[in-house]
């Protein structure tokens, strides 16, 4: 099956589970606080539980460029299956947990686990698959993140019937089970990885990749777009359920499925249009990838906005649906507009980098709407994102000229 012309897809499918999983074990949290508020009082202080959200966003930022340089450097199948055995196993621990400290600490390991995922698998499918299908492999990808936030929506749901120790333990053991079957069906690509390491000439050194990215104009100018629409992009993660449960007056095991299923289809949707309408446009124009994106980017300006004053569940559903297609577009397109600047060799770390920034602004947006949802102000909070997405995307538009599809280093 490895040397077959379909093992590229293969890889998709293998690595769209361990995405699903990814987001379903980190989003549980969000919706099922109402269930845990009963054995850990101190969840029902909106800032708490930002603190609670934020300290896995601020350990996954501070890990991503480290785990972008160690799947340059190393073998992804085993950095992948062991993070994902460790973030299981931490979620399997979750209920356990009898105090906000125990909870916190879990949170904080998790975001050191679940970092190691994402530049290697993204890195991984980047490398499987070229020019003609590359943004739609990784958007197809992209949409395991965005049904794993669906589900993990269902956390308070499941909770509320049974418990939210036992949802804990389920989900967990689910991760456990299915890095064991990663270890016979997944491969790394051993091509790519002899042209990464380099190992005849010595040439790579620890901090090489880091020292090339933040000489490079373009990756600058990637790098503060994605940081920009990362803020929105977060707070509708880790905060969406709260908004819906407060405007539309409705109990947190209602909006919690309700907001994660409405952002993650239209999500879905998003990044399959923005990866076909991206792969194809590319073939015509160098610049189709940026396009794409910024038509991605433009969607979540009046989105923001209704998202935000929007009181009725007409307004902010659609509302939603049109953010999730445009963050889609543009989620989509992020890994492979970093091809077209990025030697291969490097851009696991790239995305690493791209992740720290954007999480780290997700952690702070994520402690900032904590006290604006203990003041009545969430909605003005997503209202105002969208004037610096516009700022965004001018910049994205402005300045982003690439000149290959596929950047190979000389």
Request: net charge positive; glycine share 10%.
């Amino acid at each position: 099956m490895k040397n077959s012309k379909y093992y590229p897809w293969v890889i998709v499918a293998l690595l769209w589970i361990v995405a699903l999983l990814n987001y379903m074990d980190r989003q549980m949290l969000a919706t099922m606080r109402p269930s845990m508020e009963a054995d850990i009082p101190e969840l029902v202080s909106g800032e708490n539980f930002g603190r609670l959200m934020a300290i896995f966003l601020w350990i996954y930022a501070l890990m991503s460029p480290i785990s972008g340089i160690i799947a340059d450097k190393l073998n992804r199948k085993w950095l992948i299956i062991g993070s994902l055995f460790v973030w299981s196993a931490v979620t399997y621990a979750m209920g356990y947990a009898t105090t906000y400290n125990q909870v916190y600490w879990l949170r904080a390991l998790m975001g050191v686990s679940e970092a190691l995922y994402i530049p290697a698998g993204l890195s991984l499918i980047a490398d499987y698959h070229q020019q003609k299908t590359r943004s739609l492999a990784i958007g197809i990808h992209m949409t395991g993140l965005y049904v794993g936030s669906a589900l993990g929506g269902f956390g308070a749901t499941i909770a509320a019937k049974y418990s939210w120790h036992s949802t804990f333990h389920h989900f967990g053991i689910i991760g456990i089970v299915y890095s064991f079957i990663l270890v016979f069906l997944l491969s790394e690509k051993k091509v790519s990885e002899v042209i990464k390491t380099n190992k005849k000439n010595g040439e790579q050194t620890l901090f090489k990749g880091l020292a090339l990215l933040f000489t490079n104009i373009s990756f600058w100018v990637i790098l503060f777009y994605f940081a920009i629409i990362s803020l929105p992009g977060w707070a509708t993660k880790n905060w969406l359920p709260t908004l819906f449960s407060d405007n539309l007056g409705i109990s947190m095991d209602q909006a919690g499925p309700l907001a994660t299923i409405t952002i993650s289809f239209s999500s879905l949707l998003g990044v399959i249009f923005g990866g076909i309408l991206s792969d194809k446009w590319v073939q015509k124009n160098i610049k189709g990838r940026v396009y794409t994106s910024a038509i991605g980017l433009s969607l979540t300006i009046p989105a923001l906005m209704l998202i935000g004053f929007g009181d009725s569940l007409f307004h902010v559903v659609g509302a939603v649906l049109c953010f999730g297609i445009g963050y889609g577009m543009f989620d989509a397109n992020n890994m492979p507009i970093i091809c077209q600047f990025v030697s291969s060799k490097y851009r696991a770390t790239a995305y690493g980098v791209l992740n720290m920034t954007g999480v780290g602004c997700g952690a702070l947006v994520t402690s900032l709407l904590g006290k604006s949802a203990d003041t009545g102000t969430l909605g003005l909070g997503f209202a105002l994102m969208a004037g610096v997405v516009l700022v965004a995307l001018i910049v994205q538009i402005s300045f982003l000229r690439p000149k290959v599809n596929d950047f190979v280093e000389a």
